[in-house]
């Protein structure tokens, strides 16, 4: 898996419609979440053009 820095933009592979987000969305990565024994874990804001936050 990727490792990823805070304030790092990332690309949205899959459809999350029940979000309201869709692939080729653009996200900054805002938190780092690190479990012993798990997976590193993201917290990723997406804005619109408008700066909207879906």
Do not use: K, Q
């Amino acid at each position: 898996m990727m490792e990823f820095s805070l304030y790092e933009d990332v690309l949205l592979l899959i459809d999350m419609p029940e979000e309201g987000m869709f692939a080729g969305a653009v996200g900054t990565v805002v938190d780092r979440h690190e479990l012993l024994g798990n997976e590193m874990g993201y917290s990723v804001e997406f804005f619109d053009a408008d700066g909207t936050t879906p």
